[in-house]
């Protein structure tokens, strides 16, 4: 039985199948969990969702902002990007199942091990004044959106650079745009946790007055492992609570897979397959 974290795929199925050949992945024993953005830009983005869906009882995924992209375009909201590769699911005769389904998907997913240690997935980060719990919270409100009815309604008011910093008086849209854009967009913010949202640098570049979110001083999460993707510049960061899986795989880096021992999320072996480069960055 082995437990994997796996970085973002973006529609290249070729490459998933291949790193999970090579973690002799097998769905009777092993649980794999995919860290958002399983869609768009890659060459097969219906083909990850079909063998996700498939194997829904051992590969467990969360939303990225890709996946909720794709949601929004196919509810009519928002037209396609220039880069998009996501027609073959919404002319799929499989779309409207395929969408329910993905809509069904959490934004965060918390594992705790044997020895009692906190681990906590997410796409892309969490602001520095929410504690583990607070996280998990904010993302139901989400989920509760995306699986309701008026999803429509929930997916209009998504979009948006403001409010750009957590509040607990926010309400209605605003306070769901916060949340979604944390788990599915965060990279840098400032130390008190004001939201930028137009670099996409490395670490080592931050703008002046940003940092990576990970490195706010007093983070609440700072005690518990937490492992995104979302970030191919930052690259893979395999650190005691800190675990970092975009490792370029659309841009022809690597498809990475992280294997975390159920009873010591310490003990880690990393496992990669090298990807062709399905679209230039820029």
Same mark, same amino acid.
């Given at each position: ?27 009777? $024993? ?10 768009? +830009?890659? /060459? !097969?983005?219906?083909?990850? *969702? #079909? ?83 607070? $996280? ?10 995306? +699986?309701? /009815? !008026?999803?429509?309604?929930? *997916? #209009? ?126």
């Amino acid at each position: 039985m082995a437990t994997y974290l796996i970085g973002d795929v973006q529609g290249c199925f070729g490459a998933l199948q291949r790193l999970l050949q090579k973690i002799q992945y097998s769905p009777s $024993t092993d649980t794999v969990y995919l860290l958002g953005d399983l869609v768009n +830009r890659g /060459p !097969d983005s219906l083909g990850v *969702l #079909r063998h996700c869906r498939e194997h829904e009882g051992s590969i467990q995924v969360l939303l990225g902002n890709h996946d909720l992209h794709l949601l929004a375009t196919a509810y009519g909201i928002r037209p396609p990007g220039r880069r998009d590769t996501l027609d073959p699911i919404l002319h799929s005769p499989e779309c409207k199942d395929l969408l329910h389904w993905l809509a069904q998907q959490p934004l965060v997913r918390h594992l705790r091990s044997s020895q009692g240690q906190d681990a906590l997935l997410v796409h892309a980060g969490v602001l520095p004044s929410w504690t583990l719990q607070d $996280t998990l919270a904010y993302a139901q409100e989400v989920q509760a959106q995306l +699986r309701s /009815p !008026d999803i429509a309604h929930f *997916l #209009r008011t998504m979009y948006g650079n403001t409010p750009n910093y957590w509040s607990d008086a926010w309400q209605g849209a605003d306070r769901l745009r916060v949340i979604v854009n944390a788990l599915t967009r965060l990279r840098f913010c400032s130390a008190d946790g004001v939201m930028d949202f137009e670099s996409s640098e490395s670490a080592e570049s931050a703008p002046a007055g940003l940092q990576p979110w990970f490195t706010c001083p007093g983070r609440r999460t700072r005690d518990i492992t937490i492992a995104f993707g979302h970030w191919s510049t930052l690259g893979l960061r395999n650190e005691e609570n800190l675990i970092a899986l975009d490792t370029g795989c659309v841009w022809g880096g690597c498809l990475s897979a992280l294997e975390i021992a159920p009873d010591d999320f310490r003990q880690r072996q990393l496992f990669q397959v090298q990807c062709p480069q399905e679209q230039k960055p820029g």
